[in-house]
């Protein structure tokens, strides 16, 4: 099945309860015809619910992705890679950017009614309203490589003998898009294979041909990790950087695990270093094309870590 394609196609937004609902039965089918049956996990104050199979405790290594779409927001989406100057700049210019209509409306409303309390209202108003529509507002009309990376997650999966699929945990969660809470949520549920398992998230992909790969220390010290690091290496679609997620400001869900490490493309440029911009248009054909490379070598290091033979070596 042409993953990508099918996601893209049916459920090119996952924001409300029924679009997620609809995904997640379509998610459940898909994975049970690959021997993964899900079962459902709800976690959290806000009740976010995971999806999961394998056995995250015993699993030779854990996979997960969040399946939500982001909103559209009111500024573009780009995120720096090691650049801290850029990163603190683009920070503070979202600030500055969000404050500038609201303290327009401080000033309108302080030279037109002379009251200060007003004033301010209007300004955490305008302020909040803001910040609420890029959460919570309408979403954008498609994600390529958020579903590229669910695309690859449901790859591995599929490209898997038996007995390496039952080594292997796949996790789904949801609330990626507000601050992964969805994966926090799961990991203080689960804190064994939350603190014990190497676990790789696999972030938005076709956004470039070079993947930041950042990594926790402890991730470094699991079994499993030089394996998967020398097949993503070994790949030839992109340029494979591992470093330590503490120099990293790409932000994902690696980051609720202790054995975490995050996969995530992105572009380099002279004077930014690496740059992901989710929001900049992008080739279907392309971002296809890395989702099934990164699915091959992700396959690869788990058939070459469990000892099995497969079609994916």
């Not at 529509?133 to 954008?140: H, I, V, Y």
């Not at 290496?233 to 995050?262: H, M, P």
């Amino acid at each position: 099945m042409d993953y990508f394609k099918e996601i893209h196609t049916r459920f090119p937004v996952r924001r409300t309860a029924a679009q997620k609902e609809a995904f997640r039965t379509w998610l459940e089918t898909v994975c049970a015809e690959n021997g993964c049956p899900l079962r459902r996990e709800e976690n959290g104050r806000l009740k976010h619910m995971q999806l999961v199979t394998g056995d995250p405790e015993h699993a030779a290594l854990m996979l997960t992705c969040h399946y939500d779409t982001p909103a559209r927001g009111l500024l573009p989406d780009i995120s720096f890679g090691q650049n801290l100057a850029a990163f603190a700049l683009w920070t503070l210019a979202q600030v500055l950017l969000y404050m500038i209509p609201a303290a327009l409306g401080f000033l309108a409303a302080a030279a037109l009614t002379g009251s200060g309390r007003l004033a301010l209202g209007l300004f955490l108003v305008i302020y909040l309203g803001e910040l609420t529509f890029s959460l919570w507002g309408p979403a954008r009309a498609q994600s390529l490589p958020q579903d590229a990376a669910l695309a690859a997650m449901l790859a591995v999966m599929e490209r898997l003998p038996q007995p390496v699929r039952e080594r292997t945990a796949f996790l789904f969660t949801d609330g990626g898009e507000s601050g992964w809470q969805g994966a926090k949520a799961w990991c203080k549920a689960n804190p064994m294979p939350a603190y014990t398992r190497l676990t790789v998230e696999i972030g938005p992909l076709g956004l470039g041909s070079r993947l930041l790969m950042p990594e926790s220390a402890l991730a470094r010290k699991c079994t499993g990790y030089q394996t998967l690091r020398r097949a993503l290496e070994e790949n030839g679609a992109v340029e494979t950087v591992s470093l330590s997620s503490k120099r990293c400001f790409l932000r994902g869900g690696d980051r609720a695990f202790k054995c975490g490490i995050g996969l995530y493309s992105c572009k380099r440029l002279a004077a930014l270093g690496d740059v992901a911009m989710p929001s900049s248009p992008l080739s279907p054909e392309e971002t296809a094309r890395q989702a099934e490379a990164i699915s091959a070598a992700i396959a690869k290091a788990l058939v070459r870590l469990t000892g099995e033979s497969s079609q994916a070596e």
